[in-house]
């Protein structure tokens, strides 16, 4: 299975897990890493710009790349959060790849298939990523969003806000 074959979002999310016997466990480690606090003095975020479905395996690897590159600065002196959450089911009809399976499989056209993955539908305008950083750090907080950027099937921007000293970052 590809990821591109489950990019675009088509139709509407398929979400009930009551109905589905085996559904692949979360694969995201943690949503939030760093020292929850207040002090920090601006706010990154990596913001889509685009319709998309973002595999959870993205999402994993856009954090861990993240994490591993700012955690060099020391873990008291950011805050990194994943903001979307993997909640639509993804299905995949398995076809026969043998000779003759264009026989068998004729009459499969609209198969509900087997759960294989969950993904996260983020629109135009959404945070994928946030980091809260002091000012000294700013620099390196750019480089781990800019790493984190190209695990992740869309085009994002960043946006780098002044945060007010008394408002603590909301854990999720």
Same mark, same amino acid.
């Given at each position: 299975?590809?990821?591109?074959?489950?990019?675009?979002?088509?139709?509407? %999310?398929?979400?009930?897990?009551?109905?589905?016997?085996?559904?692949?466990?979360?694969?995201? $480690?943690?949503?939030?890493?760093?020292?929850?606090?207040?002090?920090?003095?601006?706010?990154?975020?990596?913001? !889509?710009?685009?319709?998309?479905?973002?595999?959870?395996?993205?999402?994993?690897?856009?954090?861990?790349?993240?994490?591993?590159?700012?955690?060099?600065?020391?873990?008291?002196?950011?805050?990194?959060?994943?903001?979307?959450?993997?909640?639509?089911?993804?299905?995949?009809?398995?076809?026969?790849?043998?000779?003759?399976?264009?026989?068998?499989?004729?009459?499969?056209?609209?198969?509900?298939?087997? %759960?294989?993955?969950?993904? $996260?539908?983020?629109? %135009?305008?959404?945070?994928?990523?946030?980091?809260?950083?002091?000012?000294?750090?700013?620099?390196?907080?750019?480089?781990?969003?800019?790493?984190?950027? !190209?695990?992740?099937?869309?085009k994002t921007r960043l946006?780098?806000?002044? $945060?007010?000293?008394?408002?603590?970052?909301?854990?999720?």
């Amino acid at each position: 299975m590809k990821g591109r074959n489950y990019r675009r979002p088509e139709g509407m %999310p398929y979400v009930r897990r009551e109905y589905i016997d085996a559904i692949p466990g979360l694969r995201i $480690a943690k949503f939030t890493m760093g020292k929850l606090t207040t002090g920090y003095d601006y706010i990154l975020r990596l913001i !889509s710009e685009g319709s998309v479905q973002i595999r959870q395996n993205a999402l994993e690897a856009a954090r861990v790349a993240a994490n591993k590159t700012i955690e060099e600065i020391g873990e008291n002196n950011y805050f990194l959060r994943l903001v979307p959450y993997p909640h639509v089911i993804l299905r995949e009809n398995k076809m026969i790849a043998t000779a003759g399976a264009d026989r068998l499989s004729e009459g499969m056209r609209r198969a509900f298939g087997k %759960p294989v993955g969950l993904a $996260a539908r983020v629109e %135009p305008g959404d945070t994928i990523l946030e980091i809260y950083v002091k000012k000294e750090f700013l620099e390196k907080a750019k480089e781990a969003l800019r790493v984190a950027r !190209s695990k992740l099937p869309v085009k994002t921007r960043l946006e780098i806000i002044e $945060a007010q000293k008394e408002v603590a970052p909301q854990a999720s």
